[in-house]
Each structure stands twice: as structure tokens, then as C-alpha cells.
């Protein structure tokens, strides 16, 4: 059975179609790379994953569950099995970089969190196991906000691990990063969903990135999908393409 499962998927915000018969299946641990225009519908493609959008039309199946039937509680344990990680990091910079991660395991505790000590130490433990896997143990104390962008990502990478999920969103990890800082962000996401045998949905504006880091590249157009095919065997002219004024037929066969 799928991971993920988009099956004729639509969405409209008012009159704007923001999704159109959109079906993807997505594999336990496959890296799909989400390419397209700004515009194209790819984050709002992503929020439907853990229930953040409802579909207008179709279904979204994820580990099992009918999201759009999911409410409250439901939702809530299906959130937890999903990361997701953000362009713009969405840490709290006046806090240390430890009790950033921490709050990755808000969904799991009762009640609200003051300070990094209100955290079982088991949590705090994890907190630091995941810190150490993104190369940050020594700044684990250090407010946030003195960070740079890339390391502001990891922080956020350890923190959406450290609610061990089977998936990983991804809505433009590096957009806001220098490319030596994307690269780095995008391989450490790529070797740590190894190791952890995670499902990645990612969506990225660099082709060349998601030529050298996805498995299997999905191209988006006005909320429709244009281009679904394994990253092997692709060309960057092809997977340019997506950017490109030409018909889905054309580009259904290219590669
Ligand atoms: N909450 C919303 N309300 C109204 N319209 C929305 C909303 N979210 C998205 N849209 C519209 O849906 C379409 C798809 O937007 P979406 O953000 O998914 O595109 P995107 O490919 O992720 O773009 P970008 O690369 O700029 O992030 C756009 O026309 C956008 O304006």
C-alpha cells in the first residue's frame, strides 16, 4: 500500500484552482522531489499530506488514514507520524537550540512547556541524540536567533525528527539558504531519511538540487501534474521543461 496517495485531487481557494485531478502515489521510503512555478500548487499540495488543506474533490490517503475524514484526536496522531519542515525554520529565536527541538515532542506531551527543564529528560536526551545527528551538539545551548540560516535548518530538521515520523515534508527547505548551506541542508535530510527509511516529499525551486538529491521527480503546472518519472535517467533539460510553455502530452514523454 502507498505511504502517500493523492487520488484526483482538487482544490479551489474561491474561484482560484489551486489543485486539478491531482493522483500520486508515493512508496515507503521514496524521496519525491515537488517541481514547479511559483504558484503551481506544490505547498498546498504538501499541507494536504497532514491535513493542513482539505481536498475540494478526491481523496488523500496517508499511512492508512482517510485524511479528509480525520478530526481532533485522529488528526492529531496522524500529525505526529509526519514532520514537516519549513522555508522559513519557524523556530523561537529567543530560545536555546535545545528547547527548540524539545518542542518537536509537544505533540506527544500533556499540557504546555515553560523552559527546557519542564521537558522529561528523555526528551531532553533525544533532543540532544538528534542535535548530534545534524552536527549542532555544541551550539545546543545558544539561542537560536544567533544561528545562521543553515543551521537554523538543521535545528529544525532535529526538531521534526525528534517526533520520529515515517514521513518528511519538505515545503522549500532551502530557499532562503546560500547554495553551499542548501547543499548541505538537502544532503542531510537525504542521509538521515536513509538511515531512518523515511518517505520524503520535499518541494524545492532548484532543479539541479533535485536532480542530484530525489528519487523520483513530480512537476506541477497550474495545479496540475505535468511530469511524474524516476530521477534516473532524466535530463535537466527535461526536468527544465516543467518551467516551460509546453503541453503535459510533451512533457509526459520526456526524459
Ligand atoms: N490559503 C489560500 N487562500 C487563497 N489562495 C491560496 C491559498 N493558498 C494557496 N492559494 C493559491 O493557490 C495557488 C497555489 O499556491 P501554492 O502556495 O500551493 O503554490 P506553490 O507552488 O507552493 O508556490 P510557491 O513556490 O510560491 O510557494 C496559488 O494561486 C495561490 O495563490
Redesign the pocket.
Known amino acids: 500500500m502507498p505511504v502517500i496517495a493523492f487520488d484526483r485531487v482538487g482544490k479551489s481557494?474561491?474561484s482560484?484552482r489551486?489543485l486539478h485531478e491531482v493522483s500520486l502515489d508515493v512508496e515507503q521510503g521514496e524521496v519525491v522531489v515537488l517541481l514547479?512555478?511559483?504558484?503551481?500548487?506544490?505547498?498546498?499540495?504538501l499541507r494536504h499530506v497532514d491535513g493542513l488543506q482539505r481536498a475540494t474533490s478526491g481523496g488523500v490517503r496517508v499511512l492508512g488514514e482517510d485524511v479528509g475524514s480525520l478530526r481532533g484526536s485522529g488528526l492529531r496522531a496522524l500529525r505526529r507520524r509526519v514532520g514537516f519542515v519549513f522555508q522559513q525554520f519557524h523556530l523561537v529565536g529567543s530560545l536555546t537550540v535545545l528547547e527548540n527541538v524539545c518542542t518537536g515532542a509537544l505533540g506527544s506531551l500533556r499540557g504546555p512547556r515553560l523552559g527546557l527543564f519542564a521537558y522529561p529528560k528523555r526528551i531532553r536526551y533525544a533532543a540532544m541524540e538528534q542535535l548530534d545527528r545534524v552536527g549542532l551538539t555544541d551550539q545546543a545551548l545558544q539561542r537560536a536567533d544567533t544561528l545562521s540560516g543553515g543551521q537554523q535548518q538543521r535545528v529544525a530538521v532535529a526538531r521534526a525528527l525528534l517526533q520520529k515520523p515515517e514521513i518528511l515534508l519538505a515545503?522549500?527547505p532551502v530557499a532562503s539558504l546560500d547554495p553551499d548551506s542548501a547543499a548541505q541542508v538537502m544532503n542531510l535530510i537525504a542521509e538521515i531519511g536513509r538511515e531512518d527509511g523515511l518517505t520524503v516529499l520535499c518541494?524545492l525551486?532548484q532543479v539541479d538540487l533535485a536532480l542530484s538529491w530525489g528519487h523520483r521527480i513530480v512537476g506541477?503546472r497550474s495545479?496540475s501534474v505535468v511530469l511524474d518519472t524516476p530521477v534516473d535517467g532524466l535530463s535537466r533539460d527535461a526536468a527544465m521543461g516543467i518551467y516551460a510553455k509546453v503541453g503535459s502530452a510533451e512533457l509526459a514523454t520526456a526524459g
Request: glycine letters at 24%.
Open positions: 481557494f474561491g482560484v489551486a514547479g512555478l511559483s504558484g503551481s500548487g506544490k505547498s498546498t499540495l515545503d522549500e518541494s525551486h506541477l495545479g
